[in-house]
């Protein structure tokens, strides 16, 4: 099961489960609380029957004073356990206390907790198993959806991936016989919509590998050798001496062409890049736009313009947490982004 999957029937069984949870709750609280009240009825009950004849030890006496306070045949709580007053025949003001010990209240109490408890625990295995139930049932279409989407997305992946390594080498056979400008652009063109393949392969990343040795500043000056002949006019500072991770490359040239095409794409007219290194950390400054919204920036399909499928920052975080990257953005609109990616 995919991690959306399992994301979604969490989601379904939640709301369904946690409603049904807090309306079990309190009916039983009210049962519970009808209970305790049979209970203490009972008792009650017990003790007038003791007060015509006084057979037993379940209950003790006392004589006490009449007062407005105490009420005749009603359960008080009091310090010694349960207890009840009742009328004596008497002239003087005085009141027959009959008391229920409080240790034979509390396991009389406690036994009930125990059985109210074992039903509990049924009722709410029973309540899950029907949200699970309904979560599946109800999840299954959209699941069927989703894998005709992911079948259909592969089979576009597998059909762009051809024509684009065609044009790239087509081209490449073409700058052999001349250096044209327009060759050129057929190659930039290519290597874009080889970078988007990519990134659509990478869309549902799986398990990955890190046993490679990779060198960051090599990676950076590819990239930065594509990115100089798209933007033209934007400024590239590099300040990276010989700094290898121990990674899967195919994943970190993903994250650091996603990186750094954005801090183009949404740069400003003669704006900076800055790309430095310190320790572990890879740091990627630009003077762009910046981000209005940073907590939604790794949603899948979020952007803030028209321009890019929303796809790019979403991959860039999947490989992050495949790899144990630690990666966190501070961006201020109109005046740029700075993205920091911590190697562990």
Not at 39 to 47: A, P
Not at 320 to 325: E, K, N, V
């Amino acid at each position: 099961m995919k991690n959306y999957e399992k994301k979604s029937l969490i989601t379904t069984i939640s709301l369904f489960f946690i409603p049904l949870f807090i309306l079990a709750s309190i009916v039983l609280y009210m049962y519970h609380s009808d209970k305790v009240k049979d209970i203490e009825q009972n008792i009650l009950y017990q003790m007038k029957d003791y007060t015509f004849d006084f057979k037993g030890d379940t209950f003790t006496l006392d004589i006490v004073e009449d007062n407005k306070d105490k009420k005749l045949f009603k359960i008080y709580h009091c310090k010694e356990g349960l207890c009840a007053y009742f009328q004596i025949p008497s002239t003087g003001p005085y009141l027959l206390k009959v008391i229920y010990d409080k240790k034979k209240y509390e396991e009389v109490y406690y036994d009930f907790l125990v059985n109210i408890f074992k039903f509990s625990i049924v009722i709410f295995i029973f309540l899950l198993f029907i949200s699970v139930g309904f979560a599946l049932y109800s999840l299954r279409p959209m699941k069927e959806a989703l894998h005709l989407l992911e079948d259909f997305l592969k089979d576009l992946i597998h059909d762009l991936n051809t024509p684009a390594t065609s044009i790239l080498l087509n081209s490449k056979l073409l700058k052999r016989r001349g250096d044209f400008e327009e060759t050129e652009r057929i190659e930039l063109s290519a290597k874009t919509i080889s970078s988007l393949y990519k990134n659509l392969e990478l869309i549902t990343p799986r398990e990955i590998s890190k046993s490679e040795e990779i060198s960051l500043s090599n990676l950076v000056d590819e990239k930065i050798e594509i990115l100089q002949k798209l933007y033209p006019k934007i400024q590239f500072n590099k300040n990276i001496q010989n700094m290898f991770v121990k990674s899967n490359k195919n994943a970190i040239e993903r994250i650091i062409d996603n990186l750094l095409t954005n801090a183009c794409k949404y740069n400003k007219k003669n704006g900076q890049v800055n790309i430095s290194a310190s320790g572990q950390k890879l740091i990627i400054e630009d003077s762009g736009i910046g981000i209005k919204n940073v907590k939604k920036v790794f949603q899948r399909y979020y952007k803030e313009n028209d321009t890019g499928l929303g796809i790019g920052m979403s991959i860039v975080k999947q490989l992050c947490d495949i790899l144990d990257i630690d990666i966190c953005i501070n961006s201020v609109v109109d005046k740029g982004t700075k993205v920091e990616l911590t190697f562990n």
